[in-house]
């Protein structure tokens, strides 16, 4: 359920502001109402914090993360002091690095014309010698030979190529020759350069894996600014009032305004708690009963809240999800895989987590799907080896129903459409009643409308089975219900508490071919549903493809291609359970319930870091 919110408003005096935001934040009960993004004091710490978060990279990086390193904690002081040296180490390790890549370009050009000094060069150039040198093959050197006006002398070959020394004038640029630009220094001054470079690289190497044992530390004094940051986002966020006073707003939880109330009290400060208006937009809280509290890992990992004042459809997200899941995976082997992980998972943090009940659950459904359908990664060899795994299959939907019981397949094939096309009706029907029930309670008229998209969504149901397995249907009834249903959504479906019904009824009639369309889009979200049984077929088709592959490939190769079928038909599916599973509950059933999912965590502003030096700091 989502909780009710209470709008909570703190006076103290200004002078009192740290220890009240302090106070505050220890208590961790008060979402701040239209919190600052950010400050000048809060970008600080940003700033900060990013030069934090660049060392702890970097030590990342250079460290062995196969090896477990022993954390030990700094002081204040110290871990300014190594930080800084750190930075300084980073910074001439950039600036090595990108020396050493010119050094070693350099090297690389003249290292075949051996180890001279340029400066002896310049030295004849400046005493009136014009030398220039150059690369040519043997052609252009002959050619260079019968060039009277160029005077030279041959010297050791660079490489492949002939090298030779001008006086004076110069090759043709057409001759094919290739001018030798002279280095800064000799080959040995920048091999020392180069060496130097990697002296700094190697240094600066040695105190990042030495400083491995303080990643602990680098995390804990990110999350501390970053606690800090939200301190002066907070104190941003409140107002003053003629320097004399400050004052706060925000939500809380209704069953927690009195901890509120009694904080107030104890430090002094003026309250005020109200309702929330109807301006107001204030955060959702989810209470979870039971075993629906499992959801939340996969709105976490979706990002959606629904809004306050729409519906929470947390357990029936969790049914129908459970389902889709089981349907598009369709394998109980794949589902023998998830059910390993969670046990492992489990064994391993030593505790059964939410993530892990859900996996247990999802593991569960698919096995139970994969089982009645006979699917056991994707083999009928499984089957005829293990006839006890025959015992669960309903012949009338199981995937090799035309081997096993001489079913027509196209028989089962079409059982399992149909189950995909009552779901969709059965859901999406289920959101018109949770209208109808929600809307009956405040006398809203428009409840009228939800009976006549529920009477759409049967109609329409028994037009896609028509339409897609050529079930009989009586047009007759079709037709009609699909009229009532059209005409009970004009009139009806814009009434609302408060107005009169020739208002709505005008409001309806203006959306007459908003309505149209409507209706023609419930008729595609029930066909919508019919993914599920081609996604489940995709992979079941992916999967025998594998095992054909593998039993021409002989049994090592074989082995190899059933895992590696496996893994890839995993991903697939998984993929597969966001871009569709998730999708029929976020967009076919909520758009049937008119949800938007707007909805914003409730996140109070508590502390995240505990520390003793925090409080002191934030007095200074």
């Known amino acids: 359920m989502i909780e009710t919110m209470k709008v909570v408003t703190l006076v103290a005096s200004s002078k009192k502001k740290n220890e009240m935001l302090t106070s505050l934040r220890d208590a961790g009960l008060l979402h701040i109402k239209e919190l600052k993004k950010t400050c000048e004091a809060s970008e600080q710490k940003a700033q900060r914090i990013h030069s934090l978060m660049t060392v702890l990279n970097a030590i990342s990086d250079e460290g062995d993360r196969k090896k477990e390193v022993k954390q030990e904690n700094l002081d204040s002081d110290s871990f300014s002091r190594l930080h800084e040296e750190i930075l300084r180490a980073l910074d001439a390790k950039k600036k090595a690095e990108d020396e050493h890549v010119r050094l070693a370009r350099e090297i690389g050009r003249i290292s075949a014309w051996g180890d001279f000094d340029p400066s002896a060069v310049r030295a004849l150039r400046g005493q009136g010698f014009d030398l220039s040198f150059y690369t040519l093959d043997e052609k252009a050197l002959d050619r260079l030979r019968e060039d009277e006006n160029v005077r030279f002398i041959c010297l050791s070959d660079v490489g492949r190529q002939k090298a030779v020394a001008c006086l004076g004038s110069r090759p043709d640029p057409l001759s094919g020759a290739r001018e030798f630009t002279l280095p800064e220094k000799s080959l040995s001054a920048l091999e020392t350069e180069d060496e130097e470079c990697l002296k700094t690289i190697r240094s600066a190497h040695e105190l990042l894996v030495s400083s491995a044992k303080y990643t602990d530390e680098y995390r804990r004094q990110i999350k501390l600014l970053d606690q800090e940051a939200m301190f002066e986002r907070v104190k941003a966020t409140s107002r003053d009032e003629d320097d004399a006073i400050t004052l706060i707003t925000g939500y809380v939880p209704e069953d927690r305004s009195e901890d509120v109330k009694a904080l107030a009290k104890a430090n002094g400060w003026a309250y005020l708690v109200d309702d929330v208006s109807d301006e107001d937009n204030p955060p959702t809280k989810l209470r979870y009963k039971g075993l629906v509290r499992i959801i939340q890992p996969i709105y976490d990992i979706l990002g959606t809240v629904p809004g306050y004042r729409e519906y929470d459809i947390s357990s029936w997200f969790l049914l129908f999800f459970s389902v889709f899941f089981a349907m598009i995976i369709g394998d109980a082997g794949y589902g023998l895989i998830f059910l390993i992980i969670a046990v492992v998972m489990n064994v391993k943090a030593k505790k059964c987590s939410d993530i892990n009940i859900l996996l247990y659950f999802l593991s569960g459904t698919t096995i139970v799907y994969g089982a009645v359908t006979g699917t056991w990664f994707g083999s009928l060899t499984v089957l005829e080896k293990l006839p006890f795994l025959q015992v669960f299959i309903i012949p009338s939907i199981c995937n090799y129903s035309a081997e096993l019981y001489g079913i027509d397949s196209v ?210």
Not at 429 to 449: E, R, Y
Not at 470 to 487: D, K, Y
């Open 411 to 620: 028989y089962a094939q079409n059982n399992v459409m149909q189950f995909c096309f009552i779901l969709g009706a059965a859901q999406l029907g289920l959101a018109c009643v949770i209208n109808v029930i929600n809307k009956a309670k405040v006398k809203d008229l428009s409840l009228l409308g939800d009976i006549g998209w529920l009477i759409d969504v049967c109609v329409l149901y028994m037009m896609a089975l028509y339409l897609v397995i050529g079930a009989e249907v009586n047009f007759s009834i079709v037709i009609a219900g699909v009229a009532v249903g059209f005409a009970l959504v004009v009139v009806f479906g814009s009434q609302s508490p408060g107005q009169s019904f020739a208002s709505g009824l005008k409001s309806g009639l203006g959306g007459f071919f908003t309505s149209f369309l409507d209706t023609v889009s419930c008729f595609s979200n029930i066909m919508s549903y019919i993914r599920l049984f081609a996604v489940g077929m995709a992979s079941l088709a992916i999967a025998q493809s594998f095992n054909n592959m593998a039993g021409m490939a002989g049994p090592v190769f074989g082995f190899l291609i059933v895992i590696l079928g496996t893994l890839l038909n995993i991903v697939m599916g998984l993929l597969s359970v966001v871009v569709h599973g998730v999708r029929l509950n976020l967009l076919e059933f909520s758009g049937q319930l008119g949800m938007e999912w707007t909805g914003y965590k409730y996140d109070p502003f508590r502390k995240t870091v505990e520390t003793n030096e925090t409080n002191k700091e934030l007095q200074k």
